[in-house]
């Protein structure tokens, strides 16, 4: 089935910083790709996804691009705040057609005023 | 609409006992699922359901039991408590499979001692 690497955290930033977290996925075909954002005590909610190679998703100020040739969807904001800090997941789903997504091991993102 | 609700909140448990954590969704989604979160670490898929009166299991079904009389309701039963146990439980629904937006309800912490 298919698979997905995540950047591990935790990572911790000052506000306004630029920030990446990487995601890279093993697939066959080219599979919708999410990422999912956690707050502190909720479940998780969609953040964003791409629906085909070359797609960038974007909501929040965040962006991610599908990208085919390097098998990457890494996540991107300009100026992050501290209302950004959160665990983020990154996910695929497990095959063609499949049922179930594959959800990365999560990246927890703390933001310093 | 309320989404993806789930009860309880919180729980703990004696070692040994039975519970039931209850889902239920209203937006006529067919596939549901749950998930259980330990500290620290990402998401594992316990069971799903493609809809009503067809269920499968994910990659940690044992010690749990699922059931899926309606298109809304999808509950969990933990029969014999153990601490390996103690988690936060998230349930999810989707219209569609894996390429589809999964919605999260708030989870259920459970503690069993």
């Known amino acids: 089935g298919n698979s997905v690497t995540q950047m591990e955290g935790p990572v911790t930033l000052s506000e306004e910083a630029f920030l990446t977290i990487n995601c890279t996925y093993t697939a066959t075909g080219y599979p919708s790709l999410f990422w999912y954002v956690q707050y502190p005590g909720e479940g998780l909610q969609l953040l964003l996804k791409a629906t085909k190679a070359d797609d960038k998703g974007s909501n929040k100020g965040f962006e991610a691009t599908y990208r085919k040739e390097t098998t990457s969807f890494h996540l991107e904001k300009g100026s992050v705040q501290v209302s950004d800090s959160a665990v983020y997941f990154c996910?695929?789903?497990?095959?063609?057609?499949?049922?179930?997504?594959?959800f990365g091991q999560g990246t927890r993102l703390t933001i310093n005023p | 609409n309320a989404g993806v609700t789930q009860t309880p909140k919180f729980r703990i448990l004696k070692i040994g006992q039975s519970m039931t954590l209850q889902c239920t969704q209203d937006?006529?989604?067919?596939?549901m699922y749950w998930y259980r979160q330990d500290p620290g670490m990402g998401l594992k898929l316990i069971y799903y359901s493609v809809g009503a009166g067809i269920t499968d299991k994910g990659e940690v079904p044992n010690g749990y039991n699922v059931s899926r009389s309606t298109t809304e309701d999808f509950p969990l039963r933990l029969e014999l408590a153990a601490p390996s146990q103690t988690s936060v439980y998230f349930c999810?629904?989707?219209w569609g499979g894996g390429a589809d937006t999964q919605y999260f309800g708030p989870g259920t912490r459970l503690t069993v001692l």
């Open positions: 999810a629904s989707s």
């Open positions: 996910a695929l789903p497990h095959r063609g057609g499949a049922q179930k997504l594959v």
């Open positions: 937006m006529n989604h067919n596939y």
